[in-house]
């Protein structure tokens, strides 16, 4: 059953459309890093200084959490909005396991698409030095995409409007709140990738400013991944079609 359910999600994630427009979507850091590898003197600023910049803004800040918002609120949400998820939760199936599943292909949908290009970006730009930094953005990229694609899981439960809260977590609270208040700092996935990102990066200080250490980001991932999963299972099991608001 679970075989059944990973191909049914994979199949119902994979659209032509959707698949094609995150795909364009990721390619925008690897053609802003093409610009600046043929079209700049990559001396102002220097490779290691624009790369994590550039990575940071793009793929982190934009790409990745799109790609998340889109896979991961359509992973079980679509089935919801459809009415076929009576069929699903009329089976005899645990509700961790279908959590589990759909949290877990729309991760490796979204790294499938947002890992290669976080790594060509990298390597464009940086010609094949600083390995440690492009290693540091793959972590980051695979950290991130399974701790968002949690919270919209869950989110796609919880409410029917959960593209526009999504939207509105992505770029209100972890583009503008984390830089007056810096509390908010622990409940922003963001800051938990750059903080993966620094803790195995060797880049200078200057290129790449963690606002969490690696260890408190390895430590919130886990434990965001871990609630977001307990979370979306419990309200799983409360679900009666027709509740969501």
């Known amino acids: 059953m679970t075989q059944a359910l990973i191909m049914l999600t994979s199949r119902q994630l994979l659209g032509r459309r959707r698949v094609f427009f995150i795909v364009l979507l990721a390619l925008l850091p690897v053609a802003v890093a093409l610009i600046y590898r043929f079209g700049s003197d990559r001396l102002d600023p220097l490779p290691v200084e624009f790369a994590p910049g550039m990575l940071d803004a793009l793929m982190l800040g934009a790409v990745l959490p799109l790609a998340a918002l889109i896979f991961g609120t359509a992973a079980l949400g679509a089935e919801i909005e459809d009415g076929t998820a009576v069929y699903l939760l009329t089976k005899p199936v645990d509700r961790w396991r279908i959590v589990l599943?759909?949290?877990?292909?729309?991760?490796?949908?979204?790294?499938?698409?947002?890992l290669p290009t976080t790594i060509v970006?990298?390597?464009?730009?940086?010609?094949?030095?600083?390995?440690?930094?492009?290693?540091?953005?793959?972590?980051?990229?695979?950290?991130?995409?399974?701790?968002?694609?949690?919270?919209?899981?869950?989110?796609?439960?919880?409410?029917?409007?959960?593209?526009?809260?999504?939207?509105?977590?992505?770029?209100?609270?972890?583009?503008?709140?984390?830089?007056?208040?810096?509390?908010?700092?622990?409940?922003?996935?963001?800051?938990?990738?750059?903080?993966?990102?620094?803790?195995?990066?060797?880049?200078?200080?200057?290129?790449?400013?963690?606002?969490?250490?690696?260890?408190?980001?390895?430590?919130?991932?886990?434990?965001?991944?871990?609630?977001?999963?307990?979370?979306?299972?419990?309200?799983?099991?409360?679900?009666?079609?027709?509740?969501?608001?």
Do not use: N
């Open 101 to 114: 599943v759909k949290i877990g292909v729309a991760s490796a949908a979204t790294i499938a698409i947002t």
């Open 121 to 245: 970006a990298s390597l464009i730009v940086l010609s094949g030095d600083q390995a440690a930094l492009t290693l540091a953005f793959a972590f980051a990229t695979v950290v991130g995409s399974i701790a968002y694609c949690g919270i919209f899981v869950a989110l796609s439960i919880k409410t029917s409007r959960a593209l526009l809260v999504g939207l509105g977590y992505v770029f209100v609270w972890e583009a503008i709140l984390p830089a007056l208040f810096a509390g908010t700092r622990w409940a922003s996935v963001h800051q938990y990738m750059l903080g993966v990102a620094d803790l195995i990066s060797t880049a200078p200080r200057f290129a790449l400013d963690a606002d969490l250490s690696g260890v408190a980001a390895v430590v919130a991932s886990i434990v965001v991944i871990t609630l977001t999963t307990v979370v979306a299972t419990k309200l799983l099991e409360r679900f009666e079609i027709g509740q969501r608001l």
